[in-house]
């Protein structure tokens, strides 16, 4: 049977309408989320059994003592599909996997210095470290993305890494890719994602994060989003000149903070 193409797209909608709601804080059964969302309740069980059978959502056993029929509460199902977030830092390399409800089902990292190495070593040690995670965690990974101490353009592509002299130019995303079997891979500036991370996890909409390592790095969200600025550059703080007559830097300025 064919559907009309704007079917799909309702449909689609109310997936994620439905999604959204059991993703909240507050635990709710089929018959709350259609009160909240303005749906049927059929329409609303069809919805759910297909989250169901996709493995996104779960439904928990029903909580009996209160008055009337007693409801089953819906939740994301932490057995379902999985984000693998990795690291390459100055000095290691880390992942980890985490279930859609939120938690680290896998972490480790490995103390490896890159300030020499060509990119390639690096890529190696943290695609082993990735199917490490992968295995230990025992999750279906949806798709990647990799923090980088560095500057990554618009195309997702690291331009320049300022501790890391050798990395440039290098599309680390379709690298990890091509080592962990096709898997999706996104490059991001790590100052950038620990933004987000914050954002995520219940912080301010408006905040810069700031990220001290071997180097200095910030990420700025405005209004919940990050703002990249130009070329994917905002944030980029480590080199700003706080003390013009201060200890000599290895970008060739004097005094960077
Ligand atoms: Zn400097």
């Known amino acids: 049977m064919s559907v009309p193409a704007g079917q799909h797209t309702v449909r689609r909608h109310n997936l994620a309408l439905v999604l959204r709601e059991v993703a909240g804080p507050e635990p709710l059964s089929r018959a709350g989320v259609a009160a909240r969302t303005g749906l049927t309740r059929g329409t609303v069980s069809s919805l759910v059994e297909e989250l169901i059978a996709a493995g996104l959502v779960a439904e928990l056993a029903a909580e009996r003592g209160g008055p009337g029929r007693p409801a089953s509460p819906l939740r994301l199902d932490p057995s379902g599909p999985a984000g693998l977030g990795l690291e390459v830092g100055v000095e290691a ?44 965690a025992a999750l279906p990974i949806a798709g990647a993305t990799v923090a980088i101490p560095g500057v990554i353009g618009p195309d997702g592509v690291l331009e320049r890494a300022p501790n890391l002299p050798r990395w ?32 995520w996890a219940g912080g301010p909409a408006d905040a810069i994060v700031v990220s001290g390592g071997i180097g ?17 550059r905002a944030g980029e703080i480590g080199h700003v000149v706080v003390d013009p007559d201060g200890p000599a830097c290895h970008c060739g300025g004097r005094g960077c903070l």
């Open 93 to 136: 390399v880390g992942a980890c996997v985490v279930d859609l409800s939120g938690a680290v089902r896998a972490h480790r990292t490995t103390a490896s210095d890159h300030r020499d190495d060509a990119p390639d070593a690096a890529l190696a040690r943290l695609a082993s470290l990735a199917v490490d995670v992968m295995a230990e």
């Open 168 to 199: 440039v130019d290098v599309d680390v995303g379709s690298a990890l890719s091509e080592r962990l079997g096709g898997l999706p891979v996104r490059a991001g500036n790590e100052a950038d994602l620990a933004a987000l991370a914050e954002r």
């Open 216 to 232: 200095v790095g910030a990420g700025i969200l405005l209004g919940g989003a990050l703002f990249p600025g130009a070329g994917g």
